[in-house]
């Protein structure tokens, strides 16, 4: 493919990537594509909340980021008309446990750019959640991490939208409580 086959736009490699992207940040296959990697095993492992759900929401203006998934209420599921009080429930409760996981599970999930499970793994430990921006300068230590990936990382979290649901999320006290004792 030379273009997106949702939006038409021609599509991006970055530099050191092998797979080419849609650089095109409102465009509703990119969308859905980061709603289903956050919610995915390898990141979030969110369960019981599929690709069919996740579109429906989407398609509804429910949620377009991964923002948006983290406000989802049991309610919010249930009146979308896509999924039963109990497994809204579930969905939620799946929801709520996010607060508690591994700090490189979210680094991961929020599809920053050459930014694998790996990758965000060595950044956990490097990063302070609650001053990402101040301590950016010691990933740059990190051996055989790459001025690629730190310039995706750079300019995932100078985007004044990335920064503040980053920042929303290890605001949370249950996130914050979390981190405190994982370290």
Same mark, same amino acid.
């Given at each position: $493919?030379?273009?997106?086959?949702?939006?038409?736009?021609?599509?991006?490699?970055?530099?050191?990537?092998?797979?080419?992207?849609?650089? &095109?940040?409102?465009?509703?296959?990119?969308?859905? /594509?980061?709603?289903?990697?956050?919610?995915?095993?390898?990141?979030?492992?969110?369960?019981?909340?599929?690709?069919?759900?996740?579109?429906?929401?989407?398609? #509804?203006?429910?949620? /377009?980021?991964?923002?948006?998934?983290?406000?989802?209420?049991?309610?919010?599921?249930? /009146?979308?008309?896509?999924?039963?009080? #109990? &497994?809204?429930?579930?969905?939620?409760?799946?929801?709520?446990?996010?607060?508690?996981?591994?700090?490189?599970?979210?680094?991961?999930?929020?599809?920053?750019?050459?930014?694998?499970?790996?990758?965000?793994?060595?950044?956990?430990?490097?990063?302070?959640?609650?001053?990402?921006?101040?301590?950016?300068?010691?990933?740059?230590?990190?051996?055989?991490?790459?001025?690629?990936?730190?310039?995706?990382?750079?300019? $995932?979290?100078?985007?004044?939208? &990335? $920064?503040?649901?980053?920042?929303?999320?290890?605001?949370?006290?249950?996130?914050?409580?979390?981190?405190?004792? /994982?370290?």
């Amino acid at each position: $493919f030379k273009f997106c086959p949702c939006c038409d736009t021609p599509l991006e490699r970055p530099y050191g990537d092998r797979d080419y992207y849609c650089p &095109n940040t409102a465009c509703y296959g990119r969308v859905q /594509s980061a709603l289903e990697h956050f919610v995915s095993r390898e990141a979030m492992d969110i369960r019981h909340l599929g690709k069919e759900t996740l579109g429906a929401l989407s398609a #509804k203006g429910t949620i /377009s980021c991964w923002g948006d998934i983290m406000r989802l209420t049991a309610e919010d599921l249930v /009146s979308f008309g896509g999924v039963g009080k #109990k &497994n809204a429930d579930k969905i939620y409760e799946e929801i709520q446990r996010c607060w508690t996981k591994d700090f490189w599970r979210l680094l991961h999930g929020i599809s920053i750019p050459l930014i694998g499970a790996a990758s965000a793994k060595l950044l956990a430990e490097k990063l302070d959640p609650q001053n990402v921006l101040g301590t950016l300068h010691l990933v740059e230590k990190i051996p055989n991490f790459g001025p690629e990936r730190f310039e995706q990382l750079r300019l $995932f979290f100078t985007d004044p939208v &990335n $920064f503040q649901l980053f920042k929303e999320f290890v605001s949370n006290s249950f996130f914050i409580e979390a981190l405190r004792y /994982s370290r």
